[in-house]
């Protein structure tokens, strides 16, 4: 059973789809430590009423961003660890994480990489004018949100949208989306090919999977 450690500093609705998609069978995956930066961090509370050990580590007492993943990657080990997923980490996962874990630390991020890397990106889609947005997991890098895409899923961005609107319409795909690209890895069905992660699923319906924002009128 894949051992997955789960870092987040909020509400942590991923975390939750992720416990959720474990209940329900479609996850072969356990959550084996929740990891926060954030002492009063909603997803810690989710993380105990789950059962699953909730840990705060604190940036400021640990002196430092290598000792502070430091630590990080010492409660992931205590854990048993082997999958790293950022759900919702506040904090650019440095080189100390990364080299503990190389090649297996996934995030997910609610834009259509790599367009809108960063923060408040579902506002500056809107802003920009983008017909659709959506979301990404990707592997994570040494840059930020640049890394290997595993799986996104796209939304249309409606005339009316407000960053609410949009955001929330997104994170319904980031729930679905994140617990299937961690079964993938799981699976064992990504392959890395220079930057491109191969996925060993289903091709689409060509035009069946293409979507039109606005929609041509039948
Ligand atoms: C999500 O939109 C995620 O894509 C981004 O941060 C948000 C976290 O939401 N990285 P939650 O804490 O999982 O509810």
Redesign the pocket.
Known sequence: MLGVGVL?S??????QAILDAIAAGRLSAAVRVVVSDVADAY?LERARAAGVPARFVDFKAAGGREAFEGRIVEVLREHAVELVAL??YMRVCGPVLLAAYPGRVV????SLLPSFPGLHVQRAAIEHGAKFSG?TVHFVDAGVDTGPIIIQAVVPVLDGDTEETL?AR??RQ?HRIFPRAIQLYAEGRLRASGRRVLVDAPAPGLDAAALINPPIEA
């Open positions: 987040a909020g509400r942590g609705s991923n975390l997803a759900a919702g995030n997910i991020h609610p979301c955001a997104i994170l980031e």
